[in-house]
């Protein structure tokens, strides 16, 4: 069996508190995300996608760090960093939200917590907000607390997932709203449950708020869901592709802005309040973007596995853009993939070419997400 100290990248690549747990239910590779471990193999990803959408994962994502924001003017400086309006927000709700720059570039496409009224996380993806909102907060003149808190957020996704939150919970937790959430406890373990999650299936977010419990809970949850039809897993890329959802560094970065993306609904230059980014985004608005997100539906034979660089996509032999990820859907049995192309290659139908490693292979311009376009799955 692997064991911990078979991974010494050192010290500055930290462990999860469920590393060693992971490792005893089959975890065999990780990668790195956020400065620290993330499983990636629990074997076959082919039979990972189907447990997750036939039945039920379990997946420690301990790197969706959080930055926590605290203070009498908490929510007034969390509005400074994203163009989601929040004024609405109530307290035990979740949203997904960009953070912008002030070039209107996307720093990170975190889940945002309102855990109560001067009280946020911001659930990360894979880059450094923490440092960007403390040196915002410098600047900004604001009564706010911004650190890291002790939390690390499991996933446990699928159709049979409420089955065993119920075996864990009770009946009540499935009273629980889509993007919602909810303090509770587990056999002494302190949480905050969302029904939220990286799959665009059923599913909810657990996030431990004591570091020195996470073997017990990881234990707890798999004891109880393991006869209900609970798997041990990662993040599935298949499944994340059929949504359409985004992997930042890869899908959108720095250099992204959310009109590229068909993400305006997640920016509201019209509201009273002030953002990093309005400006360079009322701008980016006016005069148009000249490149968007798009689905592909790739010819050919079955990707043997997504890839690892961006693949050009040409056009009559000039370069319009690059695939961003790609993978082979089993259950749609065609390879998908997400693109960035110029505005012109966009429309629905258009045939392009992509560079992949086998050789230029045709393409056609469709619609995403791939799968379950309205989210029926995940907000049953």
């Not at 996470?214 to 798999?222: C, D, N, S, V």
């Not at 990707?303 to 319009?320: C, D, I, K, Q």
Request: charge should be negative; include cysteine.
């Amino acid at each position: 069996m692997t064991q911990a100290n078979d991974y010494g990248f050192g010290t500055q690549i930290r462990k999860s508190p469920y590393f060693d747990a992971t490792l005893r239910w089959g975890a065999r590779e990780f990668s790195v995300y956020n400065h620290m471990y993330i499983p990636r193999d629990f074997g076959d990803p082919v039979q990972n996608f189907w447990n997750l959408v036939n039945d039920a994962i379990l997946c420690d994502v301990a790197v969706e760090r959080q930055v926590e924001i605290t203070g009498p003017d908490a929510a007034r400086f969390t509005q400074m960093l994203t163009p989601r309006n929040l004024s609405k927000m109530a307290v035990g709700q979740c949203k997904y939200a960009l953070i912008t720059n002030a070039e209107g570039g996307i720093l990170n496409d975190p889940i945002l917590l309102r855990l109560d009224e001067n009280h946020f996380w911001l659930s990360l993806a894979d880059s450094d907000i923490l440092l960007w909102a403390q040196g915002v907060a410098v600047f900004a003149g604001l009564d706010v607390t911004i650190r890291e808190p002790d939390v690390s957020p499991l996933q446990l996704q699928g159709p049979k997932s409420g089955e065993v939150m119920r075996a864990l919970f009770g009946d009540g937790i499935l009273d629980l709203r889509y993007y919602w959430l909810r303090e509770v406890e587990l056999d002494g373990i302190p949480l905050i449950v969302s029904r939220t999650g990286w799959s665009s299936e059923l599913g909810f977010e657990l996030y431990l708020r004591d570091g020195a419990r996470g073997e017990a809970l990881w234990e707890r949850i798999m004891a109880t869901g393991a006869p209900l039809g609970l798997k041990p897993g990662h993040t599935s890329t298949i499944r994340r592709i059929e949504g359409a959802m985004l992997s930042y560094h890869a899908d959108a970065d720095i250099h992204t802005n959310p009109y590229e993306l068909g993400l305006d609904r997640l920016v509201d230059l019209d509201m009273e309040a002030e953002f990093i980014g309005k400006e360079a985004l009322r701008r980016i608005r006016d005069r148009g973007v000249n490149r968007l997100q798009v689905g592909l539906h790739i010819d050919g034979a079955p990707l043997a596995e997504p890839n690892t660089a961006f693949w050009p996509v040409r056009r009559g032999g000039v370069t319009v853009g690059k695939v961003t990820s790609a993978v082979h859907s089993p259950r749609l049995e065609r390879n998908i993939a997400l693109a960035m192309v110029s505005v012109d290659c966009a429309e629905l139908g258009t045939r392009l070419q992509v560079a992949t490693p086998a050789g230029a292979t045709e393409a056609t311009v469709v619609e995403r997400p791939f799968h379950d376009p309205k989210k029926r799955l995940a907000a049953a």
